[in-house]
């Protein structure tokens, strides 16, 4: 495939088609972390950021206090695969997490 062949293909290529593609191929789930009544809330930013290693300390604050006040907060949306991964790493701090589609 010459240069030029591949910068025609790519130029046929809508951003929103690959979203499209890729939201159908890999369907958005969300990590939730819900409220308990024995870790301290310290601790829950400490895991959250640990956890889920993109959050910043202020990020995690805010899904912290919105599980705190509602009984539930979405951590994260990504890839079903993804998800499990940060559920389980939730989970191996003793925080209670679950998945759920987007």
């Known amino acids: 495939m010459s240069r030029d062949q591949w910068t025609f293909m790519r130029?046929?290529?809508?951003?929103?088609?690959?979203?499209?593609?890729?939201?159908?191929?890999?369907?958005?789930?969300?990590?939730?972390?819900?409220?308990?009544?024995?870790?301290?809330?310290?601790?829950v930013i400490f895991a959250l950021v640990h956890a889920v290693n993109i959050l910043t300390t202020q990020e995690a604050e805010r899904i912290m206090l919105t599980a705190h006040l509602t009984g539930r907060a979405v951590v994260i949306v990504s890839p079903k695969e993804v998800a499990e991964y940060y559920q389980e790493r939730l989970l191996s701090y003793n925080l209670t997490a679950t998945i759920e589609p987007d």
Do not use: A, C, F, G
């Not at 690959?18 to 308990?36: A, Q």
């Open 11 to 43: 130029s046929e290529i809508k951003p929103e088609e690959v979203v499209r593609n890729r939201t159908r191929l890999l369907p958005p789930y969300k990590v939730i972390v819900h409220d308990d009544d024995y870790n301290e809330m310290n601790y």
